[in-house]
């Protein structure tokens, strides 16, 4: 699963508002990941060293302070999510196979699979501990079910490698496996300090936009970006088989369909040219900018009923930064 990148002036200075809670989440993530067992205690250590931006706690803790900025923020539902992200993506290194996770070895590289499953779920026991201890059910049923969402979002990906989605069957996907659980941070936070069920709904109707448009615009960033800027070799979602909504526009548009193919899974510079252009002349940028564009607005708009406030401020934001990474 992806994680937005930190870039100056943007994904930082909404975090910001949050900055000295964050501060609180990450001493609590040592404490809850120490343990007596040395052997146990180097694969906690490697999983912190390799762990990243704190996105998914930081929407828990902005959605709460939005929803209820005089209560206490809710420090333990957002360790609880960011061990859930964590394990996700020592699982989505196994299936993948990844070699490399922030720059780091991944889980798997360093120690093993048997390890990194066993440290996957091991995040997930920790995490459902820590909210089963807030005494609130219905903040562990919603934590559940996002779990449940996401477990479904990537068995269908990994069972449709290779097959072209129609958009609909594309949007439901990345829903899954990405906005799901962008949504249930946010309605997390707000639950978790009993928001009234009009701003709950509106925080995970944010959440939710912001996860499609994000990933929408990742997913068209794997294509055009820059390699050196992505960090990642160009068009690997299509190398292994992961058909995303540039590519379904522009197969769809275009008379040569090979000739794409052809050109994504090619490393050659001038391949990446042929590519570019396909996608450009078929309009398949031009779309998949405003479908997340599109999310982007419909996520403004569910914060019209949160009251103004610095926490709303950042929220906002935060949509805003989704698109605005550059080519």
Known sequence: MSEPKIAPGGLADPFQTVA??????????FDV???????????ADHLLAASGKRVRPSLVLLAARAASPE???????????????????????????GEVRRGLPALRTAFNDQVAV???????????ELLAGTGQPKVVDLAAQAVHVMCVGEIQETLDAGRMPTE???????????????????????????APSGARD?????????????????????????????GKAVASDFSQGVITLPVIYALERWGRPEE???????SDEAARRTALKILDE???????????EAHVAEALDALRVVPKSAARDALEQLAGFVVSRSY
Request: aromatic residues 6%; contains cysteine.
């Open 20 to 29: 000295d809670d964050l501060r609180v989440v990450d001493a609590r993530l």
């Open 118 to 128: 066993l440290a996957g779920d091991y995040l997930f026991a920790r995490a459902f």
């Open 33 to 43: 990941l120490r343990q007596e067992n040395s052997l146990v205690q180097r694969v």
């Open 71 to 97: 209560l206490p923020p809710p420090i333990s539902v957002a360790v609880a999510v960011e061990l859930i992200h964590m394990a996700t993506l020592v699982h989505d290194d196994i299936v993948d196979r």
């Open 282 to 292: 078929t309009g398949a940028i031009r779309d998949t900018e405003r479908m997340a």
């Open 202 to 230: 509106a925080l995970t109707r944010y959440g939710q936009h912001v996860g499609m448009a994000f990933q929408i615009y990742d997913d068209l960033l794997d294509l055009v970006a820059d390699p050196a800027q992505l």
């Open 260 to 266: 794409l193919g052809e050109a994504l899974q090619s």
């Open 168 to 194: 609909g069957e594309y949007l439901r996907r990345i829903d899954g496996k990405t906005a799901h659980f962008l949504a249930a941070s946010c309605g997390l936070g707000a639950l978790a300090v009993k």
